[in-house]
């Protein structure tokens, strides 16, 4: 049974860098057949898509936040991580790390950690 | 970036009722369309992948149709523990974007 969980600090100053981590059991993160994301969600807004890793190590990042953020596998601790740097209130969000499966041709956000809350202040 | 709008916002039904949920991209994106749900607290659970396939685990009452740009989720019998909101995703193009949301209270 695949099992994502999220683990950092809950709290980053304004204009540092928010490190956060997903350690994966019962799959591995360079497995080849399936990759990573990471999804954020605003308090009582809705969802906003950061970007894939995949397990090769390339990264696709979402365009409005790719100047700040940069995401990487850590094969031998079976974990990705999210760095998302010049952190402002904006980036206060609940933070969930995601594994991406092929579904008839195209992806879906099929496995979700329980979320993390990260807050800017 | 392909814009999801959802359809409606919020509703309000009773358990039994038919509920159908709308999402319209703002291009078309054949049929790759995910629908999940998510209560309060929680992480989002993947319940349609593909515009109508049913995700594992998830009941029969759940079903998914559409292609283009107009989608349809709809839960034939509503039961106490499908109050919750529901989003559609677009997964044909990168960023992938999710639609506002809909709850069903």
């Known amino acids: 049974q695949v099992q994502l969980q999220e683990s950092g600090p809950g709290l980053v100053k304004p204009s540092e860098t928010l490190s956060l981590t997903c350690s994966v059991s019962g799959a591995s993160v360079d497995g080849g057949t399936v990759y990573w994301t990471w999804i954020r969600q605003p308090p009582g807004k809705g969802l906003e898509w950061i970007g894939y890793?995949?397990?090769?190590?390339?990264?696709n990042y979402n365009s409005v936040l790719k100047s700040r953020v940069t995401m990487s596998l850590d094969t031998s601790k079976n974990h990705f991580t999210l760095k998302m740097n010049s952190v402002t209130a904006a980036d206060t969000a609940v933070y969930y790390c995601?594994?991406?499966?092929?579904?008839?041709?195209?992806?879906?956000?099929?496995?979700w950690g329980q979320g993390t809350v990260v807050n800017v202040s | 970036d392909i814009q999801m709008t959802q359809s409606p916002s919020s509703l309000s039904a009773s358990v039994g009722d038919r509920v159908s949920i709308t999402c319209q991209a703002s291009e078309s994106i054949s049929t790759s369309l995910n629908w999940y749900q998510q209560k309060p607290g929680r992480a989002p659970k993947l319940l349609i992948y593909?515009?109508?396939g049913l995700q594992s685990g998830v009941p029969s009452r759940f079903s998914g149709s559409g292609s283009g740009r107009d989608f349809t989720l709809v839960i034939t019998s509503l039961h106490p523990d499908d109050f919750a909101t529901y989003y559609c995703?677009?997964?044909?193009?990168?960023?992938?974007?999710f639609g506002q949301g809909t709850t069903v209270e």
């Open positions: 995703q677009q997964s044909y193009t990168t960023p992938r974007t």
């Open positions: 593909a515009a109508s």
């Open positions: 890793i995949y397990y090769s190590g390339t990264t």
């Open positions: 995601a594994r991406v499966r092929m579904k008839r041709g195209s992806d879906a956000f099929d496995i």
